[in-house]
């Protein structure tokens, strides 16, 4: 996967989180300490069903589709801990944000 521009940092000010939709594909952007961020995929690993309308409740994200759930922070799947959602590291280049293309294993 190509890496994709984020965004300015400046619009990532605060704790956060963002919704974000890069080349058509559903992201989370998290905040870990003042300079860290990682982009969970919205993205349901048992159909692919677009996770970016769900509310996040009880730090869960449930699957509208099948009803898997899903630990928002860290995208752990509870009903197949083999299947988490794709987590990808954010980099800095000067003010611009991009997620990396490799995901964090």
Known sequence: MPRFLLGPRSQFSGRGPWRVRRAGRPFEIRRFGEESFVAIELACR???????????RDGLLVCPRHGWRYRA???????????????????????RLWIQGQEIT
């Not at 922070?73 to 003010?95: H, K, M, N, Q, Y």
């Open 73 to 95: 922070e860290t995208g752990e799947c509870l009903d197949d801990p083999g299947l988490p959602l794709r987590v990808f590291a954010v980099i800095g280049e000067g003010e």
């Open 46 to 56: 048992h159909q692919n069903t677009d996770l970016s309308g769900c509310p996040e």
